[in-house]
């Protein structure tokens, strides 16, 4: 089987502080960050909500796709989130 890549953003809640990585297992980095299990900027701003995600057949994909998103404005990423998840609803829920 072929590994997966996601790029993903959590947010703390609507609006606020946005969070955008890469991984290949998507469920257990969102419990992490969920659980607060990682000493990380999530853990240190309580950014738990997973507001959207991609997937990718390759890391570098994921990466281009990571980068790509770190430079976007906020509004841009803002309008990004809400073409899927208008009511920011925690995504891991359908994990």
Same mark, same amino acid.
């Given at each position: 089987?072929?590994?997966? *890549?996601? %790029?993903?953003i +959590? $947010? #703390?809640?609507?609006?606020?502080? @946005?969070?955008? *990585? !890469?991984? #290949?297992?998507?469920?257990?980095? !969102?419990?992490?960050?969920?659980?607060?299990?990682?000493? *990380?900027? %999530?853990?240190?701003?309580?950014?738990?909500?997973? !507001?959207?995600?991609?997937?990718?057949? %390759?890391? @570098?994909? $994921?990466?281009?796709?990571?980068?790509? +998103?770190k430079?976007? #404005?906020?509004?841009k990423?803002?309008?990004?989130?809400?073409?899927n998840?208008?009511f *920011?609803?925690? +995504?891991?829920? @359908?994990?």
């Amino acid at each position: 089987m072929d590994k997966r *890549w996601f %790029t993903y953003i +959590l $947010a #703390s809640q609507k609006n606020w502080t @946005l969070y955008i *990585w !890469v991984t #290949s297992n998507l469920e257990k980095r !969102v419990y992490e960050h969920k659980y607060e299990l990682i000493e *990380w900027f %999530t853990k240190k701003y309580h950014i738990h909500d997973l !507001v959207r995600y991609q997937e990718f057949p %390759t890391i @570098l994909e $994921a990466i281009e796709w990571e980068k790509h +998103l770190k430079w976007m #404005s906020r509004k841009k990423k803002l309008a990004l989130i809400e073409e899927n998840n208008p009511f *920011w609803n925690d +995504l891991s829920t @359908l994990l």
